[in-house]
């Protein structure tokens, strides 16, 4: 019995004095030297996405034997509360891919390792990300990072060039075209709407409100901090985004309507540049074209023109100019598992080189952009499998990357971090108020009033 | 081994040994249920009393959370949502039950393909038919709207049916007494199936009609079958989450109610816990005036 207490403390001992010293002389990171399983989440659900990521994840496990890496897809509306429940349950995985909204609310929370995704960025090399997408993820302090930004869209809104032509409308750009052109092409009767813009509770109706809200110069807080979201800009925003809603489809609406457009239903709609290869092309656009079980009803046939007929407005204007995106980034949750950070910060070395990095923006041509330029320079980049580069052309492939660089938020206002308006984007808040005015029919100042103190309760 | 035995026997009773015994065999379930269920509601109840916090201290509030619970309009209106989908949907199912199982209780042709078809809302997975009736109820897509603006031309407009919050709970209502009637009908057609034959027949000679011969007979006859019935769909409807959830998140009863207050937006845990106690008070209250008058035990 004692002998076999002495070899135990005499291990502890090893392990404790010994080790640290072989670690200390290892190359760039902490190395792996004993088997790790860590967990990864990603926003991506769509089944062919997740084989995708399943590959990677597999040859890079071939690499790196230790580790293990088990990929969990959860929905980007679940995420927030998944991400609380698990750090209270003491169940944080040890990578996540999140919008980077999210990982500067989640940051502030103390949810997040910033030491790993900064150290992971100055290893890469700061210098090689678009300045604005890094912008976007670094904490109060600068040059300090909640997350690594790894790729984005750009959202705007996406209309029938052919039918705004033949009546003689303006590209929707200005607040007035916009009301114009939903108005005149909101037809009920014929089954026929003007625009889609989400009245439902999710993260969608957000991205709307946002691009609106930037261009009447309406923020949340000021560069202060201060909350003064019920102000005069912001009323006319919210009025604004009302009355357009009118012209939507009937009840509350997110993305999923995209439907409604590709079937022709409908003039203008929201949505980011992931659209691109279900307008260009057909096996993409199936799913949106569920005709077969009600044949005399709205299935429609693939629309090969569609995409010579649709243009894209991305920015919106009224007081000022306004573009949208979202970044999305990878996290490293402060799980206190240094060896499962390790593992992680490897797995996210991997996932910047070039063969993997393409790998990954190629499952959605168009809707995931790289943030390393050089990648988006690259060869074998441009030269994706579904053929969009050469059907929208390298320029306007170009133009829409150039676009993540210059994304607007709620939560930088003057160069200053507002860490409590990412909270408020990951609580969904305005989502909830757009829903109580358009389907609930509250009053717009008691809405307003209602947002406002549940912004307070956040700060 | 034998010495152990015979002073277990010289200490205890027979009877006493039989009461150990007894408790032996429970005490798994015990435990099952002490930890499972008790222990989450009282851990629950705790929590209501508090200003939860994931990542930090819990602050105590004492009465606070049921206060603001009890003062917010939501909350109000969410009972009556609550109640208006409980009451018809109990009335629905059960009366829909009866007449069904009244009709199956008649003989005709391909009788037993009819009643285990009948079955077939109550057993299909609740995922996959909510699925099925969004689908129906899409207002530009849907086979609903089409016939009724295209088809009929009963209405002018096409509108949401299963997506207005207005119009949203009288879908939830007529989705669950689709999807449970089938129960009632189970229970009614058992017990009609027991009633005994002569009583009908002496009805017939003494001239009774239809509606005298189900008002004297019938009725009484499954009158605490019904009881029963009422009982278990009212307790099983207030609770209701997933089939009103799934099938549109617009009908704020207080089960979804609930859920949105603890795990959406601002997440306040301390107020959805509260919120849980209230309910399950109002339950608990309610079932034992309802055991009391009605299954008079």
């Known amino acids: 019995m004692k002998q076999v207490l002495r070899l135990f403390i005499s291990m502890l001992l090893f392990t404790a004095l010994v080790l640290p010293v072989f ?6 990171g902490a190395a792996v030297d004993e088997p790790v399983t860590i967990e990864f989440w990603t926003s991506q659900t769509q089944s062919d996405r997740i084989a995708t990521i399943q590959v990677l994840i597999d040859t890079f496990q071939v690499m790196n034997p230790n580790i293990t890496i088990k990929l969990i897809p959860v929905d980007e509306n679940d995420i927030p509360t998944n991400i609380n429940t698990a750090a209270a349950a003491g169940t944080m995985p040890a990578l996540i891919e999140i919008a980077a909204e999210n990982a500067v609310a989640f940051g502030t929370e103390g949810l997040l390792d910033i030491d790993a995704a900064t150290g992971s960025i100055n290893e890469i090399g700061a210098e090689r990300f678009y300045a604005g997408t890094l912008k976007l993820n670094e904490s109060t302090k600068a040059g300090e990072y909640y997350g690594m930004p790894y790729h984005g869209w750009v959202q705007g809104i996406w209309y029938r060039a052919d ?9 929707p750009s200005t607040w007035e075209d916009i009301e114009k052109a939903a108005a005149y092409f909101y037809k009920p009767s014929e089954n026929k709407y003007g625009i889609l813009v989400g009245t439902k509770e999710e993260t969608y109706a957000e991205q709307c409100f946002t691009q609106f809200a930037m261009s009447n110069g309406a923020g949340l807080f000021d560069k202060n901090g201060k909350l003064i979201f019920n102000s005069p800009e912001m009323k006319e925003v919210v009025e604004y985004y009302a009355r357009l809603a009118k012209y939507n489809p009937p009840g509350p609406q997110t993305w999923r309507a995209r439907d409604y457009y590709l079937q022709g239903r409908m003039a203008m709609f929201f949505y980011s540049t992931y659209i691109m ?9 199936a799913g ?8 005399e009803l709205a299935g429609a046939d693939f629309d090969p023109d569609l995409v010579e007929h649709t243009r894209l407005a991305s920015t919106i204007s009224n007081s000022q100019d306004a573009g949208y995106g979202v970044v999305n980034s990878l996290a490293f949750p402060d799980h206190g598992d240094a060896l499962k950070t390790a593992a992680a910060q490897r797995f996210v070395r991997y996932l910047y080189t070039p063969n993997a990095y393409i790998t990954w923006l190629h499952m959605a041509p168009g809707g995931m952009n790289p943030v390393l330029a050089e990648i988006a320079g690259n060869e074998r980049f441009q030269n994706d499998p579904k053929g969009l580069f050469q059907h929208y052309g390298k320029e306007k492939m170009q133009e829409i990357i150039s676009g993540l660089n210059s994304i607007e938020t709620f939560s930088i206002v003057e160069g200053n971090r507002i860490a409590a308006a990412s909270i408020i984007y990951s609580k969904m808040v305005i989502p909830q108020m757009i829903y109580k005015i358009t389907q609930e029919g509250m009053g717009i100042d008691q809405a307003m009033a209602w947002a406002e103190a549940e912004m307070a309760k956040l700060q | ?25 429970i005490l798994p379930a015990v435990v099952i249920i002490l930890s499972m269920i008790l222990y989450p509601i009282i851990y629950n109840m705790y929590l209501s009393f508090f200003d939860v916090n994931f990542h930090g201290k819990n602050t105590y509030l004492g009465l606070e959370n049921h206060k603001e619970v009890a003062l917010d309009p939501f909350f109000w209106k969410a009972v009556g949502t609550t109640v ?36 077939f809302p109550y057993v299909a997975p609740v995922i996959s038919v909510v699925f099925a009736w969004q689908f129906l109820f899409d207002p530009v897509q849907g086979i609903v709207m089409d016939l009724m603006v295209e088809k009929l031309g009963i209405f002018s407009e096409r509108f949401n049916l299963i997506g207005s919050p207005k119009s949203a709970v009288w879908i939830a209502v007529t989705f669950s007494i689709w999807k449970n009637f089938p129960f009632a009908y189970l229970m009614f057609l058992s017990r009609l199936q027991a009633i005994d034959k002569n009583m009908y027949e002496a009805a017939d000679i003494d001239g009774a009609n239809g509606w005298a011969k189900f ?22 409807n207030f609770n209701k989450f997933e089939e009103i959830y799934l099938l549109t998140t617009n009908v704020k009863v207080l089960s979804v109610y609930t859920y949105f207050k603890a795990f959406i937006g601002t997440m306040e845990m301390g107020q959805g816990s509260a919120l849980v106690v209230i309910q399950f008070l109002l339950l608990i209250g309610f079932i034992l005036i309802y055991v009391k008058r009605v299954l008079k035990w």
């Open chain 2, 84 to 119: 208006l989908y409980v009451v018809f949907t109990t009335v629905g199912t059960t009366l829909l039950g009866l007449i069904v199982a009244m009709a199956m209780n008649k003989r005709f042709p391909l009788r037993w393909l009819v009643r285990s078809l009948i079955l």
């Open chain 1, 288 to 295: 949106s074209l569920t005709g077969e079980n009600f044949s």
């Open chain 1, 23 to 28: 670690a200390g002389g290892d190359q760039e």
């Open chain 2, 1 to 25: 081994m034998i010495q152990t035995e015979t002073t277990l026997a010289s200490r205890f009773t027979l009877r006493q040994r039989e009461q150990i015994f007894g408790w032996a065999l």
């Open chain 2, 215 to 236: 008002r004297y007979i019938t009725l009484p006859e499954v009158y605490f079958v019904m009881g029963a019935l009422v009982l278990l769909r009212i307790i099983w």
């Open chain 1, 163 to 171: 039918w705004f032509e033949e009546a003689g409308l303006n590209p």
């Open chain 1, 277 to 285: 290869d279900d307008l260009a092309l057909q096996e993409d656009a």
